[in-house]
Nanobody, 115 residues
Framework: QVQLVESGGGSVQPGGSLRLSCAVS????????MGWFRQAPGKQRELVAT???????TYADSVKGRFTISRDNAKNTVYLQMNSLKPEDTAVYYC?????????WGQGTQVTVSS
């Protein structure tokens, strides 16, 4: 059974930083494309960043230059380093794993940016 478990969310002031982690178990992690999505109250879930199995990364325009996605295949973990956080970054952040037609989601972790 494939499981994705996020951690690292919390509350931070504007301009602060957080690092999210997503630990994957039950599958061969290195073959998956991994992504972070977020969903704010009353809004649709949106893509934040992705990293392929070959370490190619993409970012939403709203987080470019502030967020960094990375993966550690030895630890079966994907990270999202979030710097210069803004109130509009407040959302539940979800980890996503995709391989061909297979797709899995984590349970989400709350990030709140507020003064």
């Amino acid at each position: 059974q494939v499981q994705l478990v996020e951690s690292g969310g919390g509350s931070v002031q504007p301009g602060g930083s957080l690092r999210l982690s997503c630990a994957v178990s039950g599958t061969i992690f290195s073959g998956y494309a991994m992504g972070w999505f977020r969903q704010a109250p009353g809004k649709q879930r949106e893509l934040v960043a992705t990293v392929t199995s070959s370490d190619t990364t993409t970012y939403a325009d709203s987080v470019k230059g502030r967020f960094t996605i990375s993966r550690d295949n030895a630890k079966n973990t994907v990270y999202l380093q979030m710097n210069s956080l803004k109130p509009e970054d407040t959302a539940v952040y979800y980890c996503n794993a995709k391989y061909a037609v297979l797709e899995y989601w984590g349970q989400g972790t709350q990030v709140t940016v507020s003064s």
